[in-house]
């Protein structure tokens, strides 16, 4: 019987031998406080798995030492430096910990794998911890969080600065690249590859007759659904195997590198004007001192197509549309069931096209690619909307659906309370950060006196202590009884809005949302839920069935008092 972590295990490169060797062959069993998570992360690719596999041996060993067997390894890749990035095996080995008490310890390899955001963010993990009688052991450094706190903030902030420093040396050199004429990595445009070491762009013989070929085609006026359902048809595939989309096609046409030029792209930001990691489609060429585009290589198209090709695409794009318009607002949300209900025929999403229901992957790659599945709107949401209220009322009061439909619900009602959440979790990580700062300006700087230091920290205890009580205000549970009596949820779905019912469905359903099955002949018409396979959170209570009719009832009739 293998472990849960096995595959993670053998991906890092161990064998069954050493695994055996290090008690990491068999399922660790005991109670929660003899058993351990334990958390390995690199942030690049390209960074040696040797170091990692001789990291998990060491805290092994450690671990070995403290008396105590390892449940499970969490593996990922990824970056701890940037806000905006989710560590998804860490919040699992943090949740093993501090919601489901699987184990009482967690093990890291230094500090800065913890986190390098600061004594903020690490701060309010080590209070969580504590809370749950647990710990947090770094092997490098020999640390544990029931005795070692302050030095663990006074590292977690040094790999901070130690991250804001790498970043402004990383950007100067790239845009010092950039204006040199020099590809500065990352993903190239399909037609187009770099050269190892040169610093620039070259064609890419196995693809740049495929890249001409459309980009002739859209010179020639050519959509871009129309060009990727040939390219389909004929069975040319992208650089990763896949079919063609009319989206990628407009990407491709508003890449500014497609021509061999340098992109000075904008950053997105968020609500907090902080960069989200990503950055806006297509951008501008960089321009040297003589206002000339700066090349970083071959093209595909020259800089004179490449404004013709934008010129014919924004000819045919709606007035203040999606493409290349980053004033535009969020377009008004028409119809519930985008994004949620499935084409049965390839799993692709149904999107909204007039007055029905269509496979995007049809839509947009042609019927050679799949030959889609579609319904019409008023009779899906109109089954969609029966069916909801059937399975709410169907659920206990102690379901996890109706808390997290209460959640969903708050989430788009009160937007600003979810907004003033983040916020307030925010504040509480900065006051927590400033109150190291202070701890080490007074015990290492020597740079304040005794009475100055002890107002100053009785200002930040005061203003954490009232954060952290604004935040369980906020954190309340919400009230069910709306979800639980008939006229009360019909009201609450007709008076939501299309935004706020695919905000209450979307919270009832898994991942997987719902599939709509082909029909079974042109014109044979059968009742439109026969045709939708529900994938709920949690199934319903058969015994509760007069809910439904109930529930219906109440729904149609409020629907006909609001016309």
């Known amino acids: 019987m293998h472990r849960d972590d096995y595959p993670a295990l053998r991906a890092l490169g161990f064998e069954d031998d050493e695994l055996k060797e290090l008690g990491l062959w068999i399922p660790a069993v005991g109670s929660p406080a003899e058993l351990a998570e334990m958390y390995v992360r690199r942030s690049k690719k390209k960074d040696s798995l040797s170091a990692l596999r001789e990291q998990v041996r060491r805290m092994c060993a450690r671990v070995a030492d403290h008396n105590k067997r390892i449940r499970h390894i969490w593996f990922e890749q990824k970056s701890a430096s940037k806000s905006y990035v989710r560590r998804e095996e860490f919040e699992k080995a943090t949740a093993a910990v501090t919601e489901t008490g699987l184990s009482k310890a967690l093990y890291v390899y230094k500090t800065s794998r913890l986190s390098r955001r600061g004594m903020g963010q690490v701060g309010l993990l080590l209070d969580t911890f504590e809370e749950k009688g647990a710990y947090i052991f770094v092997v490098a450094e020999g640390l544990d969080s029931r005795t070692s706190r302050t030095i663990l903030g006074f590292l977690s902030e040094q790999a901070r600065d130690q991250v804001k420093d790498l970043g402004d040396f990383v950007k100067l050199g790239m845009d010092a690249h950039k204006a040199d004429g020099k590809w500065t990595g990352g993903v190239t445009p399909y037609g187009l590859r770099a050269v190892k070491g040169e610093g620039r762009l070259e064609r890419n013989p196995k693809e740049y007759p495929t890249a001409r ?119 008004e949300i028409s119809n519930l069931l985008s994004g949620t209900m499935n084409c049965g025929r390839c799993g692709a999403k149904e999107v909204s096209s007039g007055p029905a229901y269509r496979c995007f992957t049809r839509t947009n790659e042609g019927a050679h690619v799949c030959e889609g599945v579609s319904i019409g709107r008023e009779r899906a949401e109109e089954a969609v909307t029966q069916a909801w209220f059937g399975h709410i009322l169907s659920l206990s009061p102690e379901s996890a659906t109706l808390h997290e439909i209460a959640r969903e619900w708050l989430a788009y009602k009160d937007p600003e309370k979810e907004a003033r959440k983040a916020q307030a979790t925010a504040a509480l990580e900065s006051a927590v950060g400033r109150e190291m700062k202070l701890r080490k300006m007074f015990i290492v700087g020597d740079r304040m006196s005794e009475a100055e230091y002890e107002s100053l920290q009785r200002e930040l205890d005061a203003q954490i202590d009232s954060l952290k009580a604004e935040l369980a205000e906020l954190s309340r549970e919400a009230d069910l009884s709306p979800l639980m009596d008939p006229e009360a949820l019909a009201a609450l779905w007709n008076g939501a809005g299309i935004a706020g019912q695919r905000a209450l469905l979307r919270a009832a359903l898994t991942d997987k949302g719902i599939t709509l099955a082909p029909s079974k002949g042109r014109g044979y018409r059968v009742p439109a839920i026969d045709r939708l396979e529900f994938h709920w959170r949690e199934a319903s209570d058969p015994a509760t069935g007069a809910a439904f009719e109930s529930g219906a009832r109440h729904a149609d009739k409020t629907r006909a008092r609001n016309g």
């Open 213 to 331: 070929r459309i980009a002739d085609y859209l010179l020639d006026r050519k959509t871009p659904h129309w060009i990727a359902g040939t390219l389909n048809k004929e069975e040319l595939k992208t650089r990763h195997g896949k079919n063609w989309q009319a989206t990628g096609i407009i990407a491709l046409a508003h890449a500014v590198t497609w021509a061999g030029l340098v992109a000075q792209r904008e950053r997105i930001l968020d609500a907090d004007g902080q960069w989200a990691g990503k950055y806006h489609r297509g951008g501008t060429p960089m321009l040297d001192k003589n206002g000339d585009p700066i090349a970083c290589g071959e093209g595909v198209i020259t800089f004179a197509e490449h404004v013709k090709i934008k010129s014919i695409l924004a000819s045919r794009a709606q007035k203040n549309g999606p493409v290349g318009n980053r004033a535009r607002g969020k377009r």
